[in-house]
């Protein structure tokens, strides 16, 4: 044989056992045992482990962006064998999963769009998990010098007003909904060259704004993780309309078979939790100084001031 | 600039550290994007041969598909393959959604019209009277088709390279049926498009630098056994 064959059989060889290997890894439960953390594969309940394992979190960008998930889920999975499927887009994918039944359960936070899904029969058991808040952050120049306002809606109009870089999520999310609202209450329809829609998530969006010197709101959890990339500054905070909360659904299984329910009320559970709400109220206090995200569960949205 | 200085370094770091999850990052990329290749290339050699090759009717549509497909865009394959596998579309039975399985079948539809197409561009610049001889010396089909294979190997390897470049840069359909899942179906692109908006662009640099430190060995592997003859 020739070198050259030689060297050609070894490719050929080394594709075709990364391909076998990579193709004996279909199934349900079998990636989950062979790839999953290794940490919670050793340390998982092997016998007692539950049937089905892989659970489908349909969930907003900013929970992951935030690195909040990166704490809670191998928490989860050690405890109870289950294999969370993280799919960090935003709200309203998320949700739209849900109303699909391509998830099993949702993490998300636009109250009005949930409350819909709710009654469309596609979600149940909506409980409150957390709460955190938006903030209106934008360059330090402040050319439409709305630092300091107090209402988000005054804001909004000086920067239409002024015509200042305003970049939008533009993507349909919790954080885009808030946006659109607070313009409809501003009474503008924002669009014009100032207008930017990133079509992006959180963390991409405040890149975005960054870079353009541009004004965006955005959730205060994800904009203190990136702070230190970013050249914006809060601008408008703790006006009662910016409250962000978050609540936990599970996709009804009356309504879609397939969804493995059992997994995702562990989840939830877990999410409400002691320790699961602990974890929530400790995570980011050693980073940033201050928690990202405020435990809420057992109270009702009346007590943060929804309708 | 110096995010590409911070970027090696940390990928120098990652690498020697033995960081577990980059690894197996770095392996089921390789996994995933070396096994959809795989099957284009069980596809796309014969697919290739045959419209090189052979006359039938209704060729030129074919060829025409074929380089329409070598400019499939990831993120529509994606998307059709995520209407199908999605838990209630028509394969939802089996479970594939957001495996590692997924993505080797959404990367090897990307791949499959790369290799045809190159391939089979190869083979017709064999000159035909060599098909001819070598069938009138009395070969079988599988024969011939090895034995063309080996004239226009250069061509075949171009191939191969057309066929992994492709799926291996690619994150639109990654992203989709596979979900960037933690452990289970995260790959070098879609974990860098993660840490650029959790804004670790130093980690998203190094996970770049390693996906061509990956790309550039088995090309090099690849490029080594093509140019041989050239060189001796």
């Not at chain 1, 109009?157 to 808030?178: C, E, H, L, N, P």
């Not at chain 2, 370094?9 to 390789?30: C, H, I, Y």
């Amino acid at each position: 044989m020739s070198k050259r064959t030689i060297s050609l059989l070894l490719i050929l060889t080394l594709l075709i056992s990364v391909a076998l290997f990579g193709c004996g890894n279909g199934g349900q439960g079998k990636v989950a045992d062979k790839s999953s953390d290794q940490k919670t594969a050793e340390k998982a309940p092997t016998d007692k482990g539950p049937a089905t394992k892989d659970v489908i979190l349909a969930t907003t960008t900013s929970t992951q962006d935030s690195g909040l998930l990166d704490v809670l889920i191998p928490a989860f999975q050690q405890k109870t064998g289950y294999v969370i499927k993280t799919i960090a887009v935003g709200t309203g994918q998320a949700l739209a999963m849900g109303q699909r039944g391509e998830a099993d359960v949702l993490l998300v936070h636009a109250p009005e769009a949930e409350k819909k899904v709710e009654e469309s029969g596609a979600a149940v058991n909506r409980r409150l998990v957390m709460h955190n808040d938006f903030i209106l952050v934008g360059p330090p120049q402040d050319p439409a010098k709305i630092k300091g306002v107090a209402k988000a809606e005054e804001a909004l109009k000086k920067v239409a007003a002024a015509g200042a870089i305003f970049v939008s999520r533009g993507d349909d999310s919790g954080t885009d909904k808030m946006e659109k609202g607070l313009w409809k209450k501003a009474g503008i329809t924002p669009q014009g060259k100032w207008y930017q829609q990133a079509g992006s998530g959180m963390g991409q969006t405040l890149n975005i704004a960054s870079e353009k010197a541009g004004y965006t709101l955005t959730d205060r959890a994800t904009y203190l993780a990136l702070k230190k990339n970013l050249r914006l500054e809060i601008m408008v905070e703790r006006d009662p309309v910016l409250l962000n909360i978050y609540h936990v659904m599970e996709v009804n299984p009356a309504k879609f078979p397939k969804v493995n329910t059992a997994g995702a009320k562990a989840f939830a559970d877990f999410l409400v939790s002691k320790e699961g709400q602990a974890m929530i109220g400790k995570f980011g206090v050693d980073k940033f100084g201050a928690p990202l995200f405020f435990p809420d569960a057992g109270k009702k949205d009346e007590d943060l001031g929804l309708k | 600039m110096d995010i590409i200085w911070q970027g090696l370094q940390k990928a120098a770091r990652l690498l020697l550290a033995g960081d577990a999850e980059v690894w197996r990052v770095t392996f089921l990329t390789l996994q995933v994007s070396g096994g959809a290749t795989l099957i284009s290339l069980l596809i796309g050699l014969p697919l290739g041969a045959v419209l090189a090759l052979k006359v039938f009717p209704g060729r030129r549509v074919a060829v025409s598909l074929v380089n329409t497909g070598m400019a499939l865009p990831p993120v529509v394959v994606g998307l059709v393959v995520s209407v199908f596998l999605w838990r209630n579309g028509p394969f939802g039975f089996l479970h594939l959604m957001y495996t590692p399985t997924a993505m080797v079948i959404a990367q090897s539809i990307i791949a499959t019209p790369l290799v045809t197409g190159v391939a089979m561009a190869g083979l017709q610049q064999l000159d035909p009277r060599l098909n001819r001889q070598i069938l009138a010396l009395g070969a079988s089909g599988v024969q011939t088709f090895w034995l063309l294979l080996r004239e226009a190997r250069l061509s075949i390897l171009a191939a191969v390279m057309a066929g992994l470049g492709g799926v291996i840069s690619e994150v639109g359909a990654s992203m989709m049926v596979g979900g960037n899942v933690q452990g289970q179906t995260r790959v070098l692109t879609t974990a860098t498009v993660m840490e650029v908006s959790k804004g670790n662009f130093d980690v998203a640099m190094a996970l770049s630098i390693i996906l061509l430190l990956l790309t550039y060995g088995i090309t090099l592997g690849i490029t080594m056994a093509q140019q041989r003859k050239r060189i001796s």
